[in-house]
């Protein structure tokens, strides 16, 4: 059961443009998500972080925006770079309210590579 | 000090063998986490850690143990691993237990270990 998908593997974009990187979940106790840039042999690295109680975040070039209502969230890269060039990878989290195992877990989606070419 | 190191970088063990993973932050982080990646999977958590005692264990099998030694260090003890266990091992640490509140988890490097 794939809580946390990201259903496009991999995205193409040219430097300048815009990178949108999409995610979306299916466990509506999740309330806090994150998005990861990861290189190859590296670990993940945190960019940044929404709580589901906004709708946008924003952090120099990069944005994310959550619909809580669609339970999708999206990363928006402007203007790409070719250092941006990474896989990315969104994360949830479940709150209190989750029980379980889902409290103090990340759940990742699958990631999606990003290729920005110059 | 946003670091999260983890040693060795590489770890080649037999199916035999007794080997430690380690893994240090110094950024006065309460929880800790180990992770494993696959080739071109997502990281699964294995093992949470909050206030040096074990708050999730993920399923997973004996061989793999965990130790939190104190607040800084967090060690993943390997015994009679089979080639499947071969993959890219992360620790992760965050400022509180996530799930509590706005706080991200900051990853190592990982080590990348190889079952033969």
């Known amino acids: 059961d794939q809580q946390v998908k990201q259903n496009s593997p991999s995205l193409s974009v040219q430097e300048g443009r815009i990178s949108i990187l999409n995610c979306d979940y299916t466990n509506s106790m999740f309330d806090y998500f994150l998005w990861y840039k990861k290189y190859p042999a590296e670990g993940p690295t945190f960019l940044i972080s929404i709580s589901s109680i906004k709708d946008k975040n924003e952090d120099g070039r990069f944005t994310v925006f959550l619909n809580k209502s669609a339970k999708h969230l999206s990363l928006h890269i402007v203007p790409s770079q070719p250092g941006d060039s990474a896989v990315y990878f969104c994360a949830a989290r479940g709150g209190r309210g989750a029980g379980g195992t889902s409290y103090g877990k990340l759940t990742f989606g699958q990631g999606t590579i990003l290729t920005v070419h110059p | 000090d946003t670091e999260v190191t983890q040693t060795p970088k590489h770890l080649v063990m037999g199916m035999t063998n007794k080997k430690s993973l380690k893994c240090e932050q110094h950024?006065?982080?309460?929880?800790m986490y180990w992770y494993k990646q696959k080739a071109k999977k997502p990281p699964e958590l294995m093992f949470v850690?909050?206030?040096?005692?074990?708050?999730i264990n993920e399923s997973v099998p004996s061989r793999f143990s965990p130790e939190c030694p104190n607040s800084s260090l967090l060690n993943l003890h390997l015994h009679a691993l089979q080639p499947e266990d071969s993959a890219l091992y992360l620790c992760?640490?965050?400022?509180?237990?996530?799930?509590?509140?706005?706080?991200?988890?900051?990853f190592g490097q990982g080590t990348r270990l190889t079952v033969v």
């Open positions: 992760a640490s965050s400022r509180i237990l996530i799930g509590t509140g706005d706080t991200e988890a900051f």
């Open positions: 950024m006065g982080h309460r929880a």
């Open positions: 850690y909050s206030y040096e005692k074990l708050s």
